[in-house]
């Protein structure tokens, strides 16, 4: 690779051959399960008949909107679900995941998390006070700790038969544990469902799209939800979010998201759904690159003497890699390199911040197209022991190299400090 980056040292540069040796078996891996995923994208679109006409704009209440509604049905076919709501009217992964637990839970119902305490922003939704919560309106809460790093099928199966909805996190969120894979969350949900039929399961499926070859609702789950600015909607959709699973589930989605009575028949798109189809079909291409992102970031830093989660050969739930830098410093040299490789405000300077919804002060990297977007090359990390930098994104290996290589060369500086 010849040297734009004069801060970059010639070892880094030499480090940088090894690791993509170290990484092709991973990277073919990765490529063959994408084949198939774009395989699976495409002939949801064939099958789907979409068309020019449906990638435009309605206004207002948007009734009849054809090409929001075909969105739906093409979105369910990719990720083999009954039905879906595909929406730039979700406003992040949080509404989606919000709206589809106001949808499934009545006053006196018990919501289980199989996964341990989930992803910060939920817990506002879960057990705030003061902002009509879950708690507010009556519903029970209990969650089951992981044990090494997989769900206690055992307690599940006890607890199971209380609840109405058991909720799965597949991803890690800022915990150390490794993303659930589809068999993990199937083997789950088969055990919950043993122990109570009518139970419900549903999958937080933030930064799992694309990562295998089927999804949770392929996979035994009935409902999941995710944000279209993290891996469905490569890089591309400026906003939105999805909910996917059994039919009459996503029917009171509907109904939560507008208003009760009125259902999934209204929302507009003013602006038009051409992003979202095409970052739908960017999806297995933007993920692809992600995931080798990632693998590279986990090889780069272990060589460096460094744990990271997971390794870069095991195999992978999500896009995210762990590094642990031990101190607040290095994490800090992290973010700033990330950043100032970004191609967006690289000249910005990242700062720790009391972020709304999460319970430390966060300190986030993201020099990217769409605000927020995370499949963009972005890292962040909670400032606390023991100052984990979580990374993900990236649209592609070769930009995700070049900031990497850069925040390698400024972790390596604060050791000499
Ligand atoms: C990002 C994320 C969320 C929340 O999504 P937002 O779009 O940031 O609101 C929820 N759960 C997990 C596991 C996530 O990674």
């Not at 979202?276 to 079909?281: C, D, I, M, N, V």
Request: charged letters at 20%; hydrophobic letters at 40%; one cysteine or more.
């Amino acid at each position: 690779m010849k040297n734009y980056d004069c801060e970059i040292s010639a070892r880094l540069l030499e480090l940088d051959a090894q690791v993509m040796k170290d990484c092709a078996p991973c990277f073919e891996r990765i490529e063959k399960t994408q084949f198939h995923n774009r395989q699976r994208v495409l002939r949801a679109f064939t099958d789907n008949r979409i068309a020019a006409s449906l990638l435009g704009s309605s206004t207002g209440y948007g009734f009849g909107d054809s090409g929001r509604d075909r969105l739906d049905k093409l979105f369910a076919d990719i990720v083999g679900a009954p039905d879906a709501l595909c929406r730039t009217n979700f406003m992040s992964g949080t509404h989606a995941l919000s709206v589809a637990l106001f949808a499934l839970l009545r006053p006196g119902d018990l919501l289980l998390c199989a996964t341990g305490a989930p992803y910060d922003t939920l817990r506002g939704v879960i057990g705030g006070s003061g902002v009509g919560s879950l708690a507010e309106f009556g519903v029970g809460y209990e969650q089951l700790e992981m044990r090494n790093g997989a769900i206690d099928l055992a307690a599940l199966a006890a607890a199971a038969p209380r609840a109405k909805v058991v909720h799965i996190q597949r991803s890690r969120g800022y915990a150390a544990r490794a993303a659930l894979s589809c068999g993990e969350i199937e083997q789950a949900a088969a055990v919950a469902k043993k122990a109570n039929p009518n139970v419900t399961v549903m999958v937080d499926n933030c930064y799992g799209e694309f990562c295998e070859s089927r999804e949770p609702t392929a996979a035994g789950a009935d409902l999941m939800a995710g944000s279209l600015i993290k891996n469905a909607g490569g890089a591309v959709a400026q906003t939105g979010g999805y909910v996917a699973g059994r039919a009459d589930l996503v029917e009171l989605c509907g109904h939560r998201l507008t208003a009760p009575g009125t259902g999934r028949e209204l929302g507009s798109s003013p602006a038009g759904l051409r992003e979202t189809y095409l970052g739908l079909y960017f999806a297995p291409c933007v993920v692809e690159q992600a995931l080798k992102t990632s693998v590279y970031a986990a090889r780069l830093f272990s060589l460096l003497g460094y744990e990271t989660s997971p390794a870069f050969d095991a195999p992978r739930g999500d896009i995210v890699t762990a590094v642990r830098l031990k101190t607040p410093a290095k994490l800090i040299a992290f973010c700033e390199a990330v950043q100032a490789r970004s191609p967006v405000d690289s000249f910005a300077a990242p700062e720790p911040w009391p972020m709304p919804g999460y319970e430390c002060d966060i300190i986030m990297a993201a020099g990217a197209f769409t605000a927020g977007s995370s499949i963009e090359l972005s890292c962040d990390a909670p400032l606390r022991e023991p100052y984990d930098v979580y990374m993900q994104g990236g649209v592609h290996l070769d930009y995700s190299r070049a900031a990497l290589l850069y925040a390698a060369q400024r972790v390596l500086t604060e050791e000499k400090k």
